[in-house]
């Protein structure tokens, strides 16, 4: 959510009918551009455009939720987050 610069969580259910709102976490950078989960699901790092980092965020696999920003690196240029 570029202005809010947060992620928002939400439930998928009725079979992948409905959406349910969970909660919004703070990306810990300004104006998120991009984000991507890790190969192991544990992790979601975000692309601040704006400040200029890439900020990684604890995900719990089970339920999706994010905790705050847990760090960050400073970047030149920020466009998107990928593994290979």
Do not use: M
Not at 9 to 17: A, D, L
Not at 62 to 82: E, F
Request: glycine share 14%.
């Amino acid at each position: 959510n570029r202005g809010h610069d947060s992620i928002a969580t939400f439930v998928v259910g009725e079979q992948g009918k409905r959406l349910g709102f969970v909660n919004t976490t703070l990306t810990g950078g300004t104006w998120p551009r991009h984000f991507t989960i890790d190969p192991s699901c544990r992790w979601v790092y975000v692309a601040n455009q704006r400040t200029g980092t890439i900020n990684w965020l604890p995900r719990d696999p089970g339920t999706g939720r994010l905790s705050a920003s847990a760090g960050s690196v400073a970047v030149a240029n920020v466009g998107i987050v990928s593994f290979r």
